[in-house]
């Protein structure tokens, strides 16, 4: 089968770069799926799953990414994202406590006993959530 680049990268740098046979990204309308040589692509990423193929079927690494942008050019897939991080790295507890932690305090904001920022506190929650709900237990 045929292989493309692909770049999944973050503000703090990259999550994954390297070749693979297909690609699928949460697209804000729907997954989006590529294989080599398709056709050029630009569209909007949620919150989710981001699949790398590198052998379809044999070796898959999975992601749970925030949202961002998609751009596809020949033979070369590129996803800009808020986060990504590698399911196997996930904390199933770590990411409870989080969302636990950052739902508490926004609470407070919203009772007026904090001056957190809110949009923080509603991008760690999205955050946990998706890592939870990426590996099935969200």
Do not use: C
């Amino acid at each position: 089968m045929a292989t493309f680049e692909v770049s999944l990268v973050t503000p703090d740098g990259s999550a994954y770069e390297g070749e693979a046979e297909m690609l699928i990204v949460p697209g804000d309308a729907g997954e989006i799926g590529v294989l080599a040589r398709h056709a050029p692509l630009v569209a909007l990423l949620k919150a989710g799953s981001t699949r790398v193929h590198v052998v379809r079927g044999q070796d898959v690494r999975e992601f749970a990414t925030g949202p961002g942008f998609f751009k596809v050019e020949q033979d070369r897939a590129l996803a800009l994202v808020d986060d990504a991080i590698d399911t196997k790295e996930i904390d199933d507890q770590r990411a409870r406590e989080q969302l636990e932690a950052a739902t508490a305090e926004l609470e407070r904001v919203e009772r007026g006993e904090s001056d957190a920022d809110r949009w923080q506190l509603e991008q760690r929650i999205k955050h946990a959530e998706n890592q939870l709900t990426v590996i099935g237990r969200g």
